[in-house]
């Protein structure tokens, strides 16, 4: 008997949707992407994202790709609710919608794939601190852009543990750089004026990690304040080297686009439907199970210290 793929499953089109072009993480992502899309076969990815990481750019491009008749949308997003209306506008025209990374609200995707469980990232963030500084101390957070999905949810969570896990670490400030080089440098230099005790920043954004190990190496702090947070190896290994951190965090970007396109394609498909308890392979990273909201957890936030930096600073 002859037998035939199923139409669906044949020249899929999924667009990659990231915060913003010219980011390592994101790039990274989407060699991912395009590494699940040759596994399965049949897929072209389209990467996409705005220039600078706004709602309204993301918007522009959710319409354009309406407009081609993509298969599936994947976006990390630059805000949860903003881009409902577009997303729901591509649901009702039959595209699959999922968020990754940064989430969508319930009513705007299928499904949300978080890089990692909130409660661990939270307590991870303020565990890099505290491994380095067993008498405790001031430590501050230098954020994204104070609203962002992801960002805030993980700030809440390591305020959470705060008390019961790490009682001799003070959290003094949080500050916002927005995810830009030249406000997230101001952000740490005003951090550490106001703070002459401060022991440690933390920073779970890759723009905002880099820009406080910046200040801190030009104004001769190495040593001094420790810089911590979540960071791309290749772009931080420098200040692992040159002491103004001891240790960083972050999942894997490439396995992120990789689920992100797996997953796509399963809804898509129709091999899969996202409803909660559902189990979703992603393929060799492994399985997801979704929660009453549709969302599950990849993995959990790999470090990298002076023992490993180098290896995957080659990687992303």
């Known amino acids: 008997a002859l037998i035939t793929a199923p139409a669906a499953a044949q020249d899929m089109k ?15 992502a989407a060699k991912g ?10 897929i072209e990815v389209i990467y996409t ?19 081609q008749q993509v298969n599936a949308i994947a976006i990390s997003a630059n805000d949860p609710d903003a881009l409902v209306p577009a997303l729901k506008r591509a649901m009702d025209r039959g595209i ?15 499904l949300h794939l978080n890089p990692s469980d909130t409660g661990l990232i939270g307590e991870t963030i303020i565990k890099l601190a505290a491994d380095y500084l067993p008498e405790g101390g001031d430590v501050a957070i230098l954020s994204a852009s104070s609203t962002a999905t992801n960002q805030n949810a993980w700030i809440e969570a390591a305020k959470k543990v705060l008390p019961e896990k790490f009682p001799k670490i003070n959290l ?4 916002y750089g927005d995810d830009d080089a030249v406000k997230s440098t ?3 230099k005003g951090l550490i004026a106001s703070h002459p005790n401060l022991k440690a920043i933390i920073a779970p954004t890759t723009v905002g990690v880099v820009a406080a190990a910046q200040v801190v190496t030009d104004e001769n702090l190495i040593g001094k304040i420790n810089v911590t947070g979540l960071a791309l190896p290749s772009e931080f290994k420098k200040f692992i080297d040159n002491g103004a951190s001891q240790a960083v965090a972050l999942w894997n970007p490439i396995d992120l ?14 091999k899969a439907k996202a409803e909660p308890g559902a189990k979703l392979s992603i393929g060799k990273v492994g399985e997801i199970t979704l929660d009453d909201t549709n969302s599950a957890a990849m993995a959990a936030p790999f470090q990298f210290d002076k023992s490993n930096i180098e290896e995957f600073s080659k990687i992303y």
């Open 172 to 175: 003094v400030a949080t500050v």
């Open 186 to 188: 101001n952000e740490a």
């Open 257 to 270: 686009g990789y689920s992100a396109v797996y997953l796509s394609h399963q809804l898509a498909s129709g």
């Open 49 to 67: 994202g705005p220039t600078a990481a706004t709602a309204e750019g993301q918007i522009e491009i959710i319409n354009s790709l309406i407009a």
């Open 33 to 42: 992407a395009q590494e699940a899309a040759r596994e399965i076969g049949g």
């Open 14 to 28: 999924i667009a990659l949707v990231v915060k913003s072009l010219g980011n390592g993480f994101f790039d990274a």
């Open 96 to 110: 699959t919608v999922i968020s990754w990374d940064s989430g969508v609200a319930q009513e705007g995707r299928q």
